[in-house]
């Protein structure tokens, strides 16, 4: 997670940068780009899948965006035994959380293109986006029991050791977003998320929260 949250600062620092800085916005608009701005947050979905992302957006034209982002998935390997436990530590460090036990993992960085659909209301809009994501993934595999810790640290339990592979993936990536841009440097987001790969293909709903020229200050539909 630690990889996830540097990235996810440096998202956020340069946004932030982006957006106090109006000489730079100037030749953003200089060149076509109205609004940019951060989007982060944390989704689930199928097969107990969570999702956790950060993205910065280049709005250009009327309805045009560009994003950028990192994207971490996590659930509990599909391959771990349905009577495995958990050593005694990782209740105590890790909690009663997915972490404590082998996972399957996706770090990917994605990039986006996509459409804004306006509604009536200047303060929601639908953002459609598809586009192509690359990165690595890790997962616990290869399960067996280990009569050696089985006689360590339990008495009525086995205890399994495992392996884990690592690997380089890609895949599809689709959004559609309900954007509620409340101010003009802040909003939030909700809409169902897609990223089809060769190993796992992941389907869920995020939440996020948006930071920086999310809208103009006129109140109008447009950036």
């Known amino acids: 997670m630690h990889i996830f949250k540097s990235g996810s600062f440096i998202l956020l620092l340069t946004i932030i940068i982006l957006s106090s800085n109006q000489a730079l916005l100037a030749q953003y608009q200089q060149k076509g780009i109205n609004n940019v701005y951060l989007d982060y947050g944390a989704g689930a979905g199928n097969g107990k899948f969570q999702s956790y992302n950060g ?11 560009l994003t950028a982002g990192y994207y971490y998935y996590k659930r509990v390997s599909p391959q771990m035994p349905t009577d495995f436990v958990p050593e005694p530590g990782d209740y105590y460090f890790l909690g009663s959380g997915p972490d404590r036990y082998p996972l399957q993992e996706f770090k990917l960085i994605g990039l986006m293109y996509g459409k804004i659909i306006y509604a009536s209301n200047p303060k929601v809009r639908w953002v459609l986006k598809g586009g192509l994501s690359a990165g690595m993934e890790r997962n616990n595999i ?5 009569s050696i ?15 884990f592979e690592k ?24 809409g169902p998320f897609a990223n089809i790969n060769p190993s796992s293909s992941l389907a869920g709903v995020d939440l996020r929260f948006m930071l920086g020229k999310v809208r103009d200050r006129e109140k109008s539909n447009y950036w």
């Open 149 to 163: 810790a089985s006689s360590l640290f339990t008495m009525k339990a086995d205890r399994y050791s495992y392996t």
């Open 142 to 146: 290869n399960f067996y029991k280990d």
């Open 167 to 190: 690997k380089i993936t890609g895949g599809l990536m689709l959004n559609a977003m309900l954007e509620f841009p409340l101010a003009t440097f802040f909003g939030i987001s909700i």
């Open 55 to 65: 993205a910065i957006n280049f709005a250009f034209g009327e309805n045009n965006v």
